[in-house]
Each structure stands twice: as structure tokens, then as C-alpha cells.
């Protein structure tokens, strides 16, 4: 089952209350059509697959043409 | 042996702290040694393999006896409806709906006790009373489950689902040393058998702080160290040869169960564990042995 499965679960609307960007801890904004976390500043999109956000830096996917400076840890 | 290996295990790490700039800092996976990256991809995998079968193994390994040390670690936290709850490490849901099934009781004395004092009411006005509390059954008690293994988490929302657990519980994919939660946002956060599988515990030990509210509270349920020689002895032949046995027969992996056994006897002791605790800003830490040190309950406040 991939990202693009029919009907994507919302997220959980409390829980907006406590994520942040793991990476810089700064707020996140919600995108419904894209079913998204997405923190501008970076330029990166966590994804939130079945309901749940996905909040690992390496799975997180660039909204801006050019990856994000910093280089990221492995898993 | 254990001893030698350690302080080879020791050596080797200050070795591969001059030389480890390229492959990533040496750690150890069990009794192997490894780059940081390697642990976190073979840890990761080691999870990924048990997490259909993580409960039935816990329960054959421990004789059903991690359930009681669950629940002793729920005793101790104690919490009161209203308590937001962080519980990382947890992808199977065993604490979370624990904490649950405690505010949601807790919670049910409260209302029982309220309602004794409705003796003169009308009907309608107690009625009103019992509709208002009704949706608050939990009493705005919340918990977050985080776990950097979509495996685990996706056997927990199972769980959940299957066990009717929804209200006041979410899921997030999220690494410890590392969390993506604001600052001061949780009254207490746990990790229940989960901080012996992180790589950097200096940094989940920061995270934990960090997100902690002040007055907040740091709970971790860990294996630990058996001083009792007799009891170590036979610890440690159960360990290592049962253990392994019982995971290849039930959950058809060796490997992962081999790894377990000794992840546990490399982590750190008691007093060690409570000094990295004390190193992250945590204040009043203490522990208390169960079984004789087989698991310990560690806890420490953020003041």
C-alpha cells in the first residue's frame, strides 16, 4: 500500500497542538491536499501516511526544487 | 567474559571516536561493533521483523511477567485525568492504553463521587451533569505514542482498533533523539523498554527534557543490571539459552533475540543510567529494582 492510497486519514486535529519540524522545532503548517505537515521555512513536506505523520527528517520530501542545505543523519 | 568484552567494547569506542569521522562514530549492535548508522539500520530491522509477534514474545519470554511490570510503571506514574502523556519507544500501544484504562477509572470515581453529592437535584439537572461529563470520559487526559518503526506502529493501531481504544490517543512516526513535539508540552514522558535500542541516549535523555513541562516527569522502564550472583547466573543462562530458542521457534528469528539478550547486557547499570539521567537536567532521579534488578523503573523530574 503506497502514500497514494484512496481515501487518506486526516490527521488527528490535537495533535497539531504539539508537532514541530524535528529539525529547527518550528511550526509546521497543515496541508489538507496534499495530507502534509509542511514547514515552510526548510522548504520540506512530512508526509502522514494512514492517519499517522510521519516525522523522520529523511522521509520527509522537498517542496522547493533544490534539496535543504544540511546534511542529513542516517537511519 | 562479559567484563572483557566490555572494556574491549570500551577501547574500541575511544579508538573509533579518532577514526570514526567518515564511517560515522563506533557503537555497538549486541556484541558486535558497528558505525552509528549500521545500529540504527540493523535495530530498525530487528523491529521491523518481530513486530507481528512483539507481544506473544514478551509474554512467552517473560512468563507474562512484563505485564506486571507495566503496570507497576503505571502505579508509579499515577496520573490524574487532564495528564498529557508522551510515551516513546511505545509502537505496540502496552503503556499508552495502560494510562488509559487508568485516567479512564480514575476518572469513573471522580463522576461516581460527584453524583452522590446530586442528591437534591431534579432529574433534569442530573441528568444535564451526567451528559457533560459523558464526553469527557477521560477527562481531557491525552497520550501520544511515538515509535521510529512504522511496523510497530502499525501493530498498535491495530491493537487500538481492535480493542476500542481511540479517544485521546495519536500515533507519530518519530525518532527519540530527535523528537518533532514543542518545548515544555508534556506532564510526564516514558519510554518502556525502548531507550536500550536508541544509539544516542545523551540526546533522546535532551529531547525528553525538552518537551517536558517544568514539574514534568521522565519515567523509563528498562532491563538493568542483577548484582545477585546465583540470580545473574541463572539470568543469564536463561538469556542465552532459551531466549534465542523461543525466538526462532515462535517468531522464526534467532537473530533478532540473540541481539535483545545482548543489547541488555550492554546497557548501562543502574547508577550509570541514573547519572546520564542527571546529565540531561533532570532533578531527584531515582530508581527502584524490580526483580532484583532484572528491570528497573527509572524517574526524574524537570524543575
Redesign the interface.
Known sequence: RGPGSARPQPL?P??L???????S?R?LRYEEATNELINEELGIA?PII????????E?ARTTQKKPPAEGL??? | RALLVRRGGALRALCGSVRGLAA?QETHFGFQTVT??ER??KI?QVFESVAKKYDIMNDSMTLGIHRVWKDILMHKMNPSPGTLLLDVAGGTGDIAFRFINYVRSVRERQLQRKLKHHQNLSWQEISESYQEDKFKSLGDS?V?VCD?N?EM??VG?QKAQHLGYSEGL??????AE??????D??DVYTIAFGIRNVTRIDLALQEAYRVLKPGGRFLCLEFSHVSNPLLSRLYDLYSFQVIPVLGEVIAGDWKSYQYLVESIRRFPPQEELKAMIEDAGFLKVDYQNLNLGIVAIHSGFKL
Do not use: H, T
Request: aromatic fraction near 12%; proline fraction near 12%.
Open positions: 488527528e490535537s495533535l497542538r504539539f508537532l514541530v519540524c524535528p529539525l522545532k511550526p512530512y494512514d492517519g499517522i505523520p510521519n516525522m523522520i527528517p522521509a543523519k542516517q537511519p | 560515522g552509528e548508522a540504527r539500520e530498525y491525552q501520544v521510529i512504522k506502529l502499525k493501531k495519536s500515533w507519530v512516526l518519530g525518532n530527535e523528537l518533532p513535539f514543542d518545548d508540552k508534556f
